[in-house]
T-cell receptor
Framework: GNSVTQMEGPVTLSEEAFLTINCTYT??????LFWYVQYPGEGLQLLLK?????DKGSNKGFEATYRKETTSFHLEKGSVQVSDSAVYFC?????????????FGAGTRLAVHP | DGGITQSPKYLFRKEGQNVTLSCEQN?????MYWYRQDPGQGLRLIYY???????QKGDIAEGYSVSREKKESFPLTVTSAQKNPTAFYLC??????????????FGEGSRLTVL
């Protein structure tokens, strides 16, 4: 079945450091891939997405490229801020499934210190 | 502003009691979902509904029930049959007609604690 695997956290960085959070997936068909972010005490918000191979999603300085050959969708940011501290979830959706059922990874907590 | 409203934000329950979590959306979305979030396990789908008066079990539906009598509302009942109900519950909605983008819009969650 479809699944998503994320690197375990927490990831602890100093402000302005480079961020990578790894995400790999297993899926049949051609899924869309997503990164959601959850700030403390809140629900999830869509951060970025990519719907086909080689697409790059980007938002708020974050980027991720849909790599079909390595089944990966790693999240990157060149210079993190304290306000980026949150839990990040990688997810996939197979639109051929007939509904928008997302499969989420376990989440990776990011803590950025001044 | 359009969005999803969950209530209550915090709820305490004694063992053996049923509780109902409210989820209302004014985004005019057809599809609605309930997810459960536990530490280190990500989100797991409990139930989803693509249209009024219809809903389907997700991966962990045992001990839960839902209804979808109105497009805007998708309440979740956590019954006494749920063995480990203490968790953070998230409601979401989405457009469910082509082209499906897969984007879900989430509420702020309800934290249920069983005493």
């Amino acid at each position: 079945g479809n699944s998503v695997t994320q690197m375990e956290g927490p990831v602890t960085l100093s402000e302005e450091a480079f961020l990578t959070i790894n995400c790999t997936y297993t899926a049949t068909g051609y899924p869309s891939l997503f990164w959601y972010v959850q700030y403390p005490g809140e629900g999830l918000q869509l951060l970025l997405k990519a719907t086909k191979a080689d697409d790059k999603g980007s938002n708020k300085g974050f980027e991720a490229t849909y790599r079909k050959e390595t089944t990966s969708f790693h999240l990157e940011k060149g210079s993190v801020q304290v306000s980026d501290s949150a839990v990040y979830f990688c997810a996939l959706s197979d639109p051929l499934g007939g509904y928008n059922k997302l499969i989420f990874g376990a989440g990776t907590r990011l803590a950025v210190h001044p | 502003d359009g969005g999803i409203t969950q209530s209550p934000k915090y709820l305490f329950r004694k063992e053996g009691q049923n509780v109902t979590l409210s989820c209302e959306q004014n985004l005019n979305h057809d599809a609605m979902y309930w997810y459960r979030q536990d530490p280190g396990q990500g989100l797991r789908l409990i139930y989803y509904s693509q249209i009024v008066n219809d809903f389907q079990k997700g991966d962990i539906a045992e001990g839960y029930s839902v209804s979808r009598e109105k497009k805007e509302s998708f309440p979740l009942t956590v019954t006494s049959a749920q063995k480990n109900p203490t968790a953070f519950y998230l409601c979401a909605s989405s457009i469910d007609i082509p082209p499906n983008t897969g984007e879900l819009f989430f509420g702020e969650g309800s934290r249920l604690t069983v005493l």
